[in-house]
């Protein structure tokens, strides 16, 4: 191209004229109130945020550029001082396709067997920033805290076999069977179980604010490429922060 000739300008589309699309939707999700906001139903691509923000994060603040955003329907109610939230997160739903190459066009999901669901339980106490400041300038103690359980499941996933660059296509849906009615291995069972637990605390007396936070991520999953034998690969993760402020 001669852009010395150009004469107006494009908006960047991914694969076209850049690496990315000009826009990216991040979130769009609904909020449904009840009950003089005691209960609350959310659901969409909306952002996720616990605790003190050390493993999820949802990079609210003004010079943030990425943070946790997930699909999820969560019910809460308020009680006894107490929100209480369950909720349904996908995770994810492995490859999807579009047919004849239509970037236009719908995308499907190649299979609903490879999904990874997490069921999620979180019980929080906690208080308005203002409520907060006005209680400790009148000399009060504040104590804020929470306890999340996140529980992942995915029964059978897709065979590394399936990435085949021979005979991959990204148009295609998937096809588990060859002409003569043959199994292609692309279907394993990944048996992946996985529990997310996360506490936090906050302590506001006086000038001071102490945080502590702790989290654990134990399960496990079942992947031959990563493993020849299909044996389960295990899962254990443990952190924690703390602060004196």
């Known amino acids: 191209p001669v852009n010395i000739l150009n004469r107006s300008q494009a908006s960047p589309q991914a694969g076209v004229n ?35 923000g050390m493993m999820i994060n949802d990079g609210n603040c003004l010079d943030c550029d990425f943070g946790d955003v997930v699909d999820r329907a969560m019910v809460g109610f ?23 190459y239509d970037q236009l066009g719908p995308v499907y999901d190649r299979a609903r067997w490879d999904d ?11 208080d308005h920033p ?15 805290y929470g306890l999340m359980n996140a529980f992942r499941l995915q029964n059978d996933g ?33 048996g992946g ?6 506490a936090y605390v906050r302590l506001f007396s006086g000038p001071w604010t102490f945080e502590a936070e702790a989290a654990a991520m134990v399960g496990n999953f079942t992947d031959r490429l990563l493993n020849d034998s299909g044996s389960e690969t295990n899962i254990r993760m443990f952190g924690g922060y703390f602060n004196l402020a």
């Open 130 to 144: 203002d409520d907060i400041r006005e209680r400790v300038l009148q000399g009060e103690t504040v104590v804020n």
């Open 78 to 100: 308020k009680a006894l001082g107490h929100l209480f939230q369950v909720g349904l997160t996908l995770v994810d739903t492995g490859p999807t396709f579009s047919p004849f």
């Open 18 to 52: 850049y690496v990315r699309d000009a826009i990216l939707i991040r979130r769009a999700y609904a909020r449904l109130t009840a009950l003089n906001d005691q209960l609350q139903f959310d659901i969409g691509r909306m952002p996720d945020h616990w605790g003190l």
């Open 193 to 198: 179980f996985l529990y997310i637990g996360d």
């Open 116 to 126: 990874v669901d997490q069921y999620d339980v979180r019980i929080q106490k906690l």
């Open 158 to 190: 897709l065979n590394y076999q399936y990435y085949d660059t021979e005979n991959f296509d990204p148009s295609a849906p998937l096809n588990t069977t060859d002409d003569g009615g043959s199994d292609l291995y692309v279907r394993e069972d990944r």
